[in-house]
């Protein structure tokens, strides 16, 4: 059974930084490519970033980029998300999740979704 347990959240100022992690178990993580999402109450929950397999290609939305950088440890089966310049806007839950093909972009190529660690960004 896949299970993906997400930390690191919580309660900064605008400007600080997070990193945000997620430990993957019951799988080949190597196998994968993995994807982070956050979501706001109300609002569907939006893409953020992605890398492949082997950590060669990664992915992210026009609103993180440059500030958002995705990263995988295949031998800890462990991915990360380093956030800096946080916004007020960058609040949310945020997910870890398991890619399982086609476009990184959308929400529907994934599956075994954690549950979700909150970062607060406070102006």
């Known amino acids: 059974q896949v299970q993906l347990l997400e930390s690191g959240g919580g309660l900064v100022q605008a400007g600080d930084s997070l990193r945000l992690s997620c430990a993957a178990s019951g799988l080949t993580f190597g196998s994968y490519a993995m994807g982070w999402f956050r979501q706001v109450p109300g609002k569907e929950r939006e893409f953020v970033a992605a890398i492949t397999e082997g950590g060669s290609g990664t992915y992210y939305a026009a609103s993180v980029k440059g500030r958002f950088t995705i990263s995988r440890d295949n031998a800890k089966s462990m991915v990360y998300l380093q956030m800096i310049s946080l916004k007020p806007a960058d609040t949310a839950v945020y997910y870890c999740?398991?890619?399982?093909?086609?476009?990184?972009?959308?929400?529907?190529?994934?599956?075994?979704w954690g549950q979700g660690t909150q970062v607060t960004v406070s102006s």
């Open positions: 999740a398991l890619h399982v093909g086609g476009n990184y972009f959308d929400r529907r190529t994934y599956t075994s």
